[in-house]
């Protein structure tokens, strides 16, 4: 990969905006408006493709500047897949990190990818992928969710309970109850202080 090709990766979006308005001005006249989804769309893969590329080196630097576009820089549906579909080619810390991201993406077209890295022989990854199911999962998560909130090392069980905590969508409040139910003491007090946490007071009454 030559060093120039990084240029749209280092430049501010603010820089990237005025050289997107000038090319624009210039050649907007004589592109077609299916040439210019095409250019899009060409660009757009080039990009996932130089960020993906970042992820799997070894420089830390720029992995960490890669993971800023993870983050939202480079939307859609079809960046989150590839960006999740490298998972299982990182090192362990590049795994955490990069699931960490695409919590913080929110875009639930990870979720699948990111389940698996709970197989993870590293528990930082574990407690990473338990964390990123705040924002990517659902009700249907809950059981997972509740399992791990008094069971593993300190880290999962944090991150399983601040993710039961963050989840949202129809549903959660009563999968959470339900998950109380013949639960052992140490997991229903942690799912006492979610549902105390998630100010679900219509459930309260029925524990």
Same mark, same amino acid.
């Given at each position: 990969?030559?060093?120039?090709?990084?240029?749209?990766?280092?430049?501010?979006?603010?820089?990237?905006?005025?050289?997107?308005?000038?090319?624009?001005?210039?050649?907007?006249?004589?592109?077609?408006?299916? +040439?210019?989804?095409?250019? !899009?769309?060409?660009?757009?893969?080039?990009?996932?493709?130089?960020?993906?590329?970042?992820?799997?080196?070894?420089?830390?630097?720029?992995?960490?500047?890669?993971?800023?576009?993870?983050?939202?820089?480079?939307?859609?549906?079809?960046?989150?897949?590839?960006?999740?579909?490298?998972?299982? !080619?990182?090192?362990?810390?590049?795994?955490?990190?990069?699931?960490?991201?695409?919590?913080?993406?929110?875009?639930?077209?990870?979720? %699948?990818? +990111?389940?698996?890295?709970?197989?993870?022989?590293?528990?930082?990854?574990?407690?990473? %992928?338990?964390?990123?199911?705040?924002?990517?999962?659902?009700?249907? !998560? +809950?059981?997972?969710?509740?399992?791990?909130?008094?069971?593993?090392?300190?880290?999962?069980?944090?991150?399983?309970?601040?993710?039961?905590?963050?989840?949202?969508?129809?549903?959660? !409040?009563?999968?959470?109850?339900? %998950?109380?139910?013949?639960?052992?003491?140490?997991?229903?007090?942690?799912?006492?202080?979610?549902?105390?946490?998630?100010?679900?007071?219509?459930?309260?009454?029925?524990?």
């Amino acid at each position: 990969m030559s060093w120039h090709r990084l240029g749209p990766l280092r430049a501010p979006r603010s820089a990237w905006f005025g050289l997107a308005v000038a090319t624009g001005l210039l050649l907007g006249q004589f592109a077609s408006p299916a +040439v210019s989804r095409a250019q !899009d769309a060409d660009d757009d893969a080039a990009q996932i493709e130089m960020v993906v590329g970042l992820l799997k080196g070894d420089d830390r630097d720029m992995r960490a500047l890669a993971l800023q576009y993870v983050r939202g820089e480079l939307a859609g549906e079809k960046a989150t897949r590839q960006f999740a579909a490298i998972l299982p !080619d990182l090192a362990p810390d590049a795994q955490a990190a990069l699931i960490e991201a695409l919590g913080e993406r929110g875009d639930a077209a990870a979720r %699948a990818d +990111v389940l698996k890295m709970l197989e993870s022989e590293t528990a930082a990854v574990r407690a990473a %992928a338990l964390g990123a199911l705040g924002a990517l999962g659902g009700a249907d !998560d +809950v059981p997972l969710l509740a399992k791990h909130a008094a069971e593993g090392s300190e880290a999962e069980t944090a991150a399983a309970q601040k993710a039961l905590k963050r989840l949202r969508g129809d549903g959660v !409040d009563d999968a959470v109850l339900a %998950a109380l139910k013949g639960a052992e003491p140490a997991r229903k007090a942690a799912l006492l202080g979610v549902l105390a946490a998630r100010n679900a007071r219509q459930a309260l009454p029925d524990v």
